[in-house]
């Protein structure tokens, strides 16, 4: 039996697997500068790795916006939290690799989620960085009601209550805990870590003054360090965060090493066609430019992303994984 033979329903359904399979396949049969000529041909989708309404959500959604507009087609933002960025990864992994969904999430995805919790893929095999979205680092807060006004008098009020002082993190594993670690070496001191799931929960002990201290990234904390419900002692950036500019680096303070930056960034699998991936390159640091989105990100205390190349920022990552790497196994740290 041919197919016009066919009954019409049986037709209108082998249309569309062969469609849907000459859609899968078009990356593959094209070459790449042609393929990336006609892309995007529909709704791109962006997945973030935090919840909806968060860091992560929030720059999604602007960057959706400003894409939007380059390419005329619809960019969608869908929010994928849990297991540390792992779900959101799995949904970017798990759909074709056409360039058609892209992944914006913490640098961290492959820095220190895979040294934290055992994940089902290679962070430098399976992701490849696209473009640099957004940079900040993280800051020391605590209860307002601490008598210790700067970092240095907050080292003597630990040092003069030996065992009594505690820091927070958002989860265990990840750099708010090791960046306390650093803290009690370079200083001397004997905080212990206190782990959470999330900042939010963590900050509301911090303000409840039953976890003195935390490391957090500043789009959570900068809102109730405004408020005045938190109190700030210094971050670990190059330079002071313009959101904050009456707050220090931890390098002018004394610690030069606690000076790394995390950053943001959008990815896709390495097998997305080159010239794609250079199309949502250059489209996002287009993006990245334009004032008003950096007036935007500035206000959620983090800066526009660097125009890094895709090599750069995975030597980045890299680096910052051996680093990370290297203080997890000097406190036996175990994932989960």
Known sequence: MNQAELPAHRRASLSWMFGLALSLALPALLPSTVYAQAWPAKPVRIVVGGPAGGTADTLGRLLAEGMTHAFGKPVIVESRPGAAGAIAVGALLSSPHDGYTLLLIQGGIVSETPLAVKVSFNPFKDLKPVAQVARTGLVLVGNPKLPAKNLGELVSYIKSNPGK???????????????????????????????????????????????????????????????????????????????????????????????????????????????????????????????????????????????????ALSKEARAAYERQGELLRSIHFVPE
């Open 165 to 311: 002082v505690d820091y927070a993190s958002y989860a265990t594993g990840m750099r708010g805990q090791t960046m306390g670690v650093q803290f009690n070496r370079l200083a001397g001191l004997d905080m212990d870590h206190v782990g959470y799931k999330g900042s939010p929960p963590a900050l509301q002990d911090v303000m409840g003054g039953h976890v003195p201290l935390m490391f957090d990234g500043l789009a959570t904390s900068l809102p109730l360090i405004s408020a005045g419900k938190l109190k700030a002692y210094a971050v670990a950036y190059p330079k002071r965060i313009p959101a904050l500019p009456d707050v220090p680096t931890f390098a002018e303070l004394g610690y030069p090493a606690m000076t790394e930056s995390g950053w943001m960034g959008l990815w896709v699998p390495p097998d997305v066609p080159d010239a794609v991936q250079e199309k949502i390159r250059a489209v996002t640091l287009q993006v990245m430019q334009q004032q008003g989105t950096r007036d935007r990100i500035a206000a959620m205390g983090m800066e526009a992303g660097l125009p890094l190349s895709s090599e």
